[in-house]
C-alpha cells in the first residue's frame, strides 16, 4: 500500500487547513488509517484514526474539538480537517495504514504497517 499526503501549508493561528491521504495499491476500505505528526526534536504524536470496523473516528484528546478525520472509501482517501490551528500545531503530518488495528494500539505508531512521506504544517502569524 502506497500513502500520498497532501494538503500542507502555511496558515495563520485560527486559521483551516485540511489535510488529505490518498491510498493505492492495497485494499484500503479494511484498513484502518490514521494522522500522526512530528515536530522537530520531538517524538511522534498520534492526531487521530479512522478504523474501518466501526466506521469511527478517534481523535486524540490534544486535538478533540479542533480536528476532525475522515475517509470516503470511493476515492480511498482519508482526510484530516484541522480548524483553530494553533502555533503549537505546528509540525509534519504523516498518514499511516494497518490491518487488524484494536482500539488500544490506535495511537502507537508502530502497529502501522503503511507510512506516507509527511506534509508540513507551519501555524503562525
Known amino acids: 500500500v502506497q500513502l500520498q499526503a497532501s494538503g500542507g501549508g502555511l496558515v495563520q493561528p485560527g486559521g483551516s487547513l485540511r489535510l488529505s491521504c490518498s491510498a493505492s495499491g492495497g485494499t484500503f476500505r479494511r484498513l484502518t488509517t490514521g494522522w500522526f505528526r512530528q515536530a522537530p526534536g520531538k517524538e511522534r504524536e498520534f492526531v487521530a484514526a479512522?478504523?474501518?470496523?466501526?466506521?469511527?473516528?478517534y481523535p486524540a484528546d490534544s486535538v478533540k474539538g479542533r480536528f476532525s478525520i475522515s475517509r470516503d472509501n470511493t476515492k480511498n482517501t482519508v482526510y484530516l480537517q484541522m480548524d483553530n490551528l494553533k502555533p503549537e500545531d505546528t509540525a509534519v503530518y504523516l498518514c499511516a495504514a494497518g490491518e487488524r488495528l484494536i482500539s488500544s494500539t490506535l495511537g502507537n505508531p508502530t502497529a502501522y504497517h503503511y507510512w506516507g512521506q509527511g506534509t508540513q504544517v507551519t501555524v503562525s502569524s
Open positions: 479512522f478504523k474501518w470496523t466501526n466506521n469511527s473516528p
